[in-house]
């Protein structure tokens, strides 16, 4: 954000969630409580993972993809258990339960989804589950735990995205600011 | 403003207009598998509350090749988190052969009815669905079209344009489409002919006494039913966090298997209701005060005065 607005730079101190610069107010906030804030239209724009962003379904516009964040949505589990059909119930273990459903219905004959809050890895360790669903960066935690990739199922990165009204009502101003990070995006590519 | 006073509004502007209104039975017998649905069985029969009414009037009218204008107001239902949720939906529709003044026709009634409500800063997103027609051609399969405009329809343009396998130069125009300002120009012929149709209307409007802060034109606004083939719309008031209602021309079969062409609008009461307050004007209304015994005499003062058209309310003074 700092490319686009000069002043957010020196108003960036300590630990401050709320940044004035000259064209945009940023407010920092979790990842998980982002969307919301944009759907709500407490802000005209957010910048948010795109894994959030397919959990969530939230009504939003996502209007870009955007060069940093990135991470693979994927299934896991131990390098002996295969994703063959046995005709058993599946056990799934994920923070991303819509995600998880939507991707992977129809795969086995049944699938049971198993909310975990984190360490998701613990799933197949503990026996809950017979895999896992979840974003990995390097594949390290999955390796350091005997888990490996079976399939990705969608990659990730962080996205721009806008309030659907703010979409209409600022349409010439968000419209020069994607414009503005697509040149950006092109530059580093 | 109270719910009832904003419907008298709505439905005498659209009377003026030669509107008649419509109704349908709040259950319906054969829908099937629909998201939120709320289903229930009796006699051995599968029973859903309406979750929306403009289809259902569409399945059951017959196509004439005179215009006909309704409109209807009524209760809808969807399952929500757990919940029952009932809402109050109104829409009018216009059905005729595609042409300009019945899509125009249709929009006007919305100004004039806001213009009665006082508010200004409303806005209208104008799509074209013949815009992406030349694009789906190229795609040819129909599932991969079905999961596009999916992505279109929740404004999903990472999704679709990861989804878009097709050649850099088309792909180019789509980013076009999806990003549209006035001063792109397409090189696909189709393209650009659905993008002047879409112009052209928006410049009719504009001669019609939409101001040009009223209108927004998006290129890459894709509705949520099917039947939705020509121009589209969706209705956004300043301080909502989301559409109003939309609607739109549309092409749909009835059950006497007639082809049906026409162009509607429709919207949740309550998304409004919230909205107005502030800005509705208040019925004027004359007091009469009395004891019992002078409501007999009272009576025929009130009665001159309503048929003069003003609201005349009794009050007892205890």
């Known amino acids: 954000m700092r490319n686009f607005d000069k002043k957010l730079l020196d108003e960036e101190k300590g ?85 998880a459903r939507k991707f992977l219905e129809g795969k086995w004959s049944k699938i049971k989804v198993i909310k975990l809050n984190g360490s998701v890895e613990l799933g197949p360790i503990l026996n809950i589950s017979d895999f896992i669903v979840d974003i990995v960066e390097t594949g390290k935690t999955l390796k350091e735990n005997g888990l490996e990739i079976k399939e990705v199922l969608f990659e990730s990165s962080a996205c721009l995205v806008s309030n659907v009204a703010s979409f209409v009502y600022l349409r010439d101003e968000i419209l020069s600011f994607v414009k503005e990070v697509r040149k950006l995006n092109d530059k580093c590519n | 403003m109270k719910r009832e006073n904003l419907e008298k509004v709505i439905r005498r502007k659209l009377e003026l207009w030669g509107y008649n209104e419509v109704r349908i039975p709040i259950l319906y017998e054969d829908i099937w598998g629909e998201k939120n649905l709320i289903y229930f069985e009796k006699n051995g029969k599968f029973l859903a509350l309406r979750p929306e009414i403009t289809r259902e009037i569409l399945k059951s009218i017959r196509y004439e090749e005179t215009p006909k204008r309704m409109f209807y107001m009524g209760p809808i239902f969807k399952f929500n988190g757990g919940q029952v949720e009932e809402n109050y939906q109104i ?112 410049e009719n409007l504009i001669k019609l006494g939409f101001k040009e802060s009223n209108i927004v034109m998006n290129p890459a606004l894709m509705r949520p039913y099917e039947y939705y083939d020509g121009i589209i719309f969706e209705v956004y008031l300043k301080n909502a966090k989301l559409a109003l209602g939309g609607g739109g021309s549309y092409i749909e079969k009835n059950k006497y298997n007639e082809l049906l062409y026409g162009f509607g609008f429709a919207f949740v009461e309550e998304n409004l209701l919230g909205l107005v307050n502030k800005n509705m004007p208040e019925e004027s209304a004359k007091y009469f005060m009395g004891f019992d015994d002078d409501f007999i005499r009272i009576y025929e003062d009130m009665k001159r005065e309503r048929e003069k058209g003003i609201v005349s309310i009794f009050i007892p003074n205890n």
């Open chain 2, 91 to 202: 829409g009018w529709e216009l059905v005729y052969r595609p042409s300009v003044w019945r899509d125009l026709e249709v929009l006007l009634i919305v100004k004039e009815i806001f213009d009665e409500l006082n508010i200004e800063d409303y806005i209208i997103e104008l799509g074209n669905t013949r815009i992406w027609e030349p694009i789906w051609k190229l795609i040819e399969d129909k599932e991969r079209i079905k999961v596009l405009k999916g992505y279109l329809k929740k404004r999903d343009y990472v999704s679709f344009l990861e989804n878009l396998e097709i050649t850099s130069e088309i792909r180019n125009e789509v980013i076009n489409l999806l990003y549209y300002d006035s001063s792109i120009n397409f090189v696909n012929p189709l393209i650009e002919e659905g993008l002047k149709l879409l112009l052209s209307f928006i």
């Open chain 1, 15 to 99: 630990r401050k969630l709320r940044i004035r610069g000259e064209r945009f107010e940023v407010f920092l906030a979790k990842p998980w409580d982002l969307p919301l804030y944009v759907e709500e239209r407490v802000v005209d724009l957010g910048i948010i993972g795109r894994d959030v962003i397919l959990e969530q379904e939230r009504n939003l516009v996502n209007l870009l993809s955007l060069p940093f964040g990135y991470c693979k949505m994927v299934i896991a589990g131990y390098p002996h258990i295969s994703l063959e059909k046995n005709g058993k119930e599946i056990k799934i273990a994920t923070k991303y339960e819509n995600i």
